[in-house]
C-alpha cells in the first residue's frame, strides 16, 4: 500500500539532503457524464479537513492484479451507482511530487447506466450522489467553489474534451 522511504540526495549544485517520499500506488479518477451533459459528483467526508468535499469519483489502486480500467469501473460503481459503456483516458497528473510519486490516471465515464451504490466504508455509507451542468461545475472550479485537485483537473479536462 503506501509507504514512506527517507532518500539522500545530492543536487546539482553538490549540496546534500535527505526527504521523506510517500510511495503510492496510484489512483484513478472517472469524470461521469451523463447524456443531458450533467457530471455526476459526490459529496462525502474527508477526515483531513473534517468536512465534505463535493468530488469526481476516485480511488486508490489497492486491488492485486486490477488494471485501471476495472479499478475504475469499480470505483463508479462504489460511489455513485453507475456502470458505463465507454471509459476514455483523459489525462494523468501528479497530485503531489513535493513529497508523494501518486499519479492519477482521469477517465472520462459515458453511456451510463444506474446500478446502484455499493459503498465501501462509513464516509460512502453517508456520501450524497449530485448531479451539475458540466458548464456549471467548471464555473465552480473558476470561482474556487469546487477545490479538490482532482476533481477540478477532471472537470476542466472533461470540458475540454467536449470543446467548451
Do not use: K, W
Not at 464555473?139 to 482532482?150: A, Q
Amino acid at each position: 500500500m503506501v509507504a514512506i522511504d527517507r532518500l539522500h540526495f545530492t543536487s546539482h549544485l553538490g549540496a546534500t539532503f535527505d526527504r521523506e517520499i510517500v510511495r503510492h500506488p496510484g489512483a484513478v479518477a472517472v469524470v461521469p457524464v451523463d447524456d443531458q451533459g450533467q457530471v455526476v459528483l459526490i459529496r462525502q467526508f474527508r477526515a483531513s479537513v473534517g468536512a465534505p468535499i463535493l468530488e469526481i469519483t476516485a480511488g486508490t489502486c489497492d486491488v492485486t492484479g486490477e488494471d485501471l480500467e476495472a479499478t475504475a469501473r469499480r470505483e463508479l460503481v462504489e460511489e455513485v451507482g453507475l456502470e458505463a459503456r465507454h471509459l476514455e483516458l483523459l489525462g494523468i497528473f501528479m497530485n503531489s511530487p513535493g513529497y508523494c510519486d501518486q499519479r492519477t490516471h482521469v477517465f472520462l465515464a459515458t453511456g451510463l447506466t444506474d446500478v446502484g451504490r455499493a459503498p465501501e466504508g462509513p464516509e460512502e455509507v453517508e456520501a450524497t450522489v449530485e448531479r451539475l451542468d458540466l458548464g456549471e461545475a467548471v464555473s465552480m472550479v473558476l470561482r474556487g467553489d469546487l477545490i479538490d485537485g482532482t476533481t477540478a483537473y477532471g472537470v476542466l479536462m472533461a470540458a475540454r474534451h467536449y470543446g467548451r
